[in-house]
């Protein structure tokens, strides 16, 4: 069926031929029809990754097939999304090993992204929680792991779905005692403050930091970083311990039609920023809070992206080596200047990461959101110029527009995964928007212009 498709950031918006399958069957059956594909799971990648000519959505192919409640192992099919998963681990007492910052996905979209979340410096990202999986190539179906077929395995771990269709996942989970968080939010007057902070309560196992990206002199950065642990019971209220692994009540709001674009201007997002940071009235606020809006906020209001405006916007995240802190100095300075801020800009850190083609490593990450706007994408051209010079890349999961020569120089093993992904799909039949943007899915592969030298951007 042929219809218009959108991930998350509503940027770009196609026309694709979408399929779906509930039998393995099926979808033999689709991907042997003499077309291209992309596997797509809920959208909730923001750019282009996930979107093709024939997109084969992996929704209805959602079943649970394990689960060992006394090892916390679940097996799955790669449609099942993580809230669903939630709603019958969390009641065992089990939690997801990592998550994003939503549940609304899929978990071969955490697979093909390799997800990362509050917790990286400490557990990594979501492929070091696989037990295997398998994955249907143009060689027909394969298992792979971290020891069996390694090369398919790392490959398709933050390969986005270049590789073939991910099917069933293994995975283990993390044993908890409540459905709840012990949580503490410190303030921060500026950006050193902040990073000296990370460090300090490096130690905690889930982090992160709202950052106000517009401010200028000593407010420079001015941030809330929160901190978190699993709660025990003992650490919960009278009523809380009553019930201690109850599933939150899902109360939800929804943005039913896309705002006005004049809504998101440089006063709006400065208002917002203000008050963001006023209402944490105390240096710092210790309270225990259900693992809902502590992991997933933004879930709260279904169709949120609908409030950048029909034109959609581009959610713009890089990760820097911890050595390179000038860099995110530089970085946030451009943005400053440029009046861009965004609503949702957050900060936080990795721990070490040495993969194939994953995003993550050892440094500090940041995300923000831009809604689309004439000169954009000139600007965020500026600013990957200086995430590459700072040694730093970006994230495909996010990507709506980088330019070739950035992802063929930013990410170290980059031509590895090239001849994996050629040697499984040889004739790029996986392919998507992206992977072609990006001469993923190419003959001739890399560009010329990847073995140029980076230009020089100024930092101020």
Same mark, same amino acid.
């Given at each position: 069926?042929?219809?218009?498709? !959108? +991930?998350?950031?509503?940027?770009?918006?196609?026309?694709?031929?979408?399929?779906? $399958?509930?039998?393995?069957?099926?979808?033999?059956?689709?991907?042997?029809?003499?077309?291209?594909?992309?596997?797509?799971?809920?959208?909730?990648?923001?750019?282009? &990754?996930?979107?093709? @000519?024939? =997109?084969?959505?992996?929704?209805?192919?959602?079943?649970?097939?394990?689960?060992?409640?006394?090892?916390?192992?679940?097996?799955?099919? !790669?449609?099942?999304?993580?809230?669903?998963?939630?709603?019958?681990?969390?009641?065992?007492?089990? $939690?997801?090993?990592?998550?994003?910052?939503?549940?609304?996905?899929?978990?071969?979209?955490?697979?093909?992204?390799?997800?990362?979340?509050?917790?990286?410096?400490?557990?990594?990202?979501?492929? +070091?929680?696989?037990?295997?999986?398998?994955?249907?190539?143009?060689?027909?179906?394969?298992?792979?792991?971290?020891?069996?077929?390694?090369?398919?395995?790392?490959?398709?771990?933050?390969?986005?779905?270049?590789?073939?269709?991910?099917?069933?996942?293994?995975?283990?989970?993390?044993?908890?005692?409540?459905?709840?968080?012990?949580?503490?939010?410190?303030?921060?007057?500026?950006?050193?403050?902040?990073?000296?902070?990370?460090?300090?309560?490096?130690? *905690?196992? *889930?982090?992160?930091?709202?950052?106000?990206?517009?401010?200028?002199?000593?407010?420079?950065?001015?941030?809330?970083?929160?901190?978190?642990?699993?709660?025990?019971?003992?650490?919960?209220?009278?009523?809380?311990?009553?019930?201690?692994?109850?599933?939150?009540?899902?109360?939800?709001?929804?943005?039913?039609?896309?705002?006005?674009?004049?809504?998101?201007?440089?006063?709006?997002?400065?208002?917002?920023?203000?008050?963001?940071?006023?209402? +944490?009235?105390?240096?710092?606020?210790? +309270?225990?809070?259900? *693992?809902?809006?502590?992991?997933?906020?933004?879930?709260? $209001?279904?169709?949120?992206?609908?409030?950048?405006?029909?034109?959609?916007?581009?959610?713009?995240?890089?990760?820097?080596?911890?050595?390179?802190?000038?860099?995110?100095?530089?970085?946030?300075?451009?943005?400053?200047?440029?009046?861009?801020? =965004?609503?949702?800009?957050?900060?936080?850190? $990795?721990?070490?990461?040495?993969?194939?083609?994953?995003?993550?490593?050892?440094?500090?990450?940041? &995300?923000?959101?831009?809604?689309?706007?004439?000169?954009?994408?000139?600007?965020?051209?500026?600013?990957?110029?200086?995430?590459?010079?700072?040694?730093?890349?970006?994230?495909?999961?996010?990507?709506?527009?980088?330019?070739?020569?950035?992802?063929?120089?930013? *990410?170290?093993?980059?031509?590895?995964?090239?001849?994996? @992904?050629?040697?499984?799909?040889?004739?790029?039949?996986?392919?998507?928007?992206?992977?072609?943007?990006?001469?993923?899915?190419? &003959?001739?592969?890399?560009?010329? &212009?990847?073995?140029?030298?980076?230009?020089?951007?100024?930092?101020?």
């Amino acid at each position: 069926m042929q219809k218009r498709l !959108a +991930n998350w950031g509503n940027y770009p918006v196609v026309s694709s031929e979408e399929s779906t $399958f509930t039998r393995e069957d099926q979808l033999q059956e689709l991907l042997d029809r003499p077309s291209t594909f992309i596997a797509r799971g809920n959208g909730r990648c923001y750019g282009d &990754a996930s979107l093709g @000519v024939h =997109s084969i959505s992996t929704l209805k192919y959602d079943k649970a097939l394990d689960f060992d409640t006394e090892l916390g192992i679940l097996e799955c099919q !790669a449609g099942l999304t993580l809230d669903h998963i939630l709603d019958f681990i969390v009641p065992k007492g089990w $939690f997801l090993p990592v998550t994003p910052g939503t549940k609304f996905i899929t978990v071969g979209g955490a697979v093909a992204s390799d997800v990362h979340g509050k917790n990286h410096h400490v557990d990594g990202a979501f492929s +070091n929680h696989i037990v295997d999986m398998d994955v249907i190539t143009a060689q027909g179906l394969i298992t792979c792991s971290a020891q069996r077929e390694p090369d398919l395995f790392w490959a398709t771990c933050g390969g986005m779905g270049l590789t073939g269709v991910i099917t069933r996942v293994k995975f283990r989970l993390k044993k908890i005692d409540t459905a709840y968080i012990k949580q503490r939010q410190i303030k921060a007057r500026n950006l050193e403050e902040v990073i000296r902070l990370f460090e300090e309560y490096r130690h *905690y196992t *889930y982090s992160v930091a709202w950052i106000d990206c517009l401010q200028k002199g000593d407010s420079f950065g001015r941030s809330i970083l929160i901190v978190g642990e699993h709660a025990t019971p003992e650490e919960l209220s009278a009523q809380q311990r009553q019930a201690p692994l109850e599933l939150p009540k899902k109360k939800k709001l929804t943005i039913p039609f896309n705002l006005p674009s004049f809504v998101l201007n440089t006063f709006t997002v400065k208002a917002f920023n203000w008050l963001y940071y006023a209402k +944490n009235t105390k240096k710092e606020i210790n +309270n225990v809070v259900s *693992y809902e809006p502590f992991f997933y906020p933004l879930d709260a $209001f279904l169709h949120w992206n609908r409030g950048y405006g029909k034109a959609g916007f581009v959610q713009y995240q890089f990760v820097l080596p911890l050595d390179q802190k000038e860099g995110l100095i530089a970085i946030l300075k451009r943005i400053s200047d440029k009046g861009w801020g =965004s609503f949702l800009a957050v900060l936080k850190v $990795f721990g070490h990461q040495d993969s194939l083609i994953s995003f993550p490593m050892e440094g500090y990450t940041l &995300a923000l959101d831009f809604p689309v706007r004439k000169g954009l994408f000139d600007f965020l051209d500026e600013l990957d110029t200086l995430v590459l010079q700072y040694g730093g890349r970006l994230y495909l999961s996010k990507d709506a527009r980088m330019k070739q020569e950035i992802f063929w120089q930013s *990410y170290p093993h980059v031509q590895r995964f090239a001849e994996i @992904v050629k040697q499984y799909n040889g004739d790029f039949r996986f392919r998507s928007l992206q992977s072609d943007r990006l001469l993923l899915t190419a &003959a001739d592969q890399q560009p010329e &212009a990847a073995s140029t030298a980076v230009p020089q951007v100024s930092a101020v």
